[in-house]
């Protein structure tokens, strides 16, 4: 009986560290992303970037954090001194056993320059 509660115990806890590995990745990958526009926004508020020049350093960052993003779904509005303001958003699909997930990410930053 001992036995049975301890293989039940490491089947859970293989269990959460499998879901574990399999959904931080996406989530930590986010907030890297999220920190990216964050400091993209501040940068380019104070520069002469076009929008397009915004969109395509947004888009390489996604690539380099190997998120599934294209550049029809990052939105740049640059306002006449009133700053600028950044949007994505996507979609990622994580397969778990018996339970595919779809983890809706939408990563946004405005801001104004002084």
């Known amino acids: 009986m001992r036995t049975l509660k301890l293989l039940i115990v490491f089947g859970i806890l293989g269990a959460g560290i499998y879901v574990g590995?399999?959904?931080i990745?996406?989530?930590f990958a986010n907030y890297q992303f999220q920190d990216a526009i964050e400091n993209e926004?501040?940068?380019s508020s104070y520069s002469?970037?076009?929008e397009d020049?915004?969109?395509l350093s947004v888009l390489k960052k996604a690539q380099d954090l190997e998120i599934p993003l294209t550049a029809d779904q990052i939105t740049v509005q640059r306002?006449?001194?009133r700053g600028i303001t950044?949007?994505?958003e996507y979609t990622v699909h994580v397969d778990l056993p018996g339970y595919p997930v779809d983890l809706d990410f939408h990563p946004?930053?405005?801001n104004k320059p002084f």
């Open 25 to 27: 990745p996406p989530l």
């Open 48 to 50: 002469s970037k076009t």
């Open 41 to 43: 926004a501040m940068i």
């Open 86 to 88: 950044i949007k994505a």
């Open 79 to 81: 306002a006449a001194n």
């Open 53 to 55: 020049e915004v969109r």
């Open 108 to 110: 946004a930053s405005k």
């Open 21 to 23: 590995t399999q959904l």
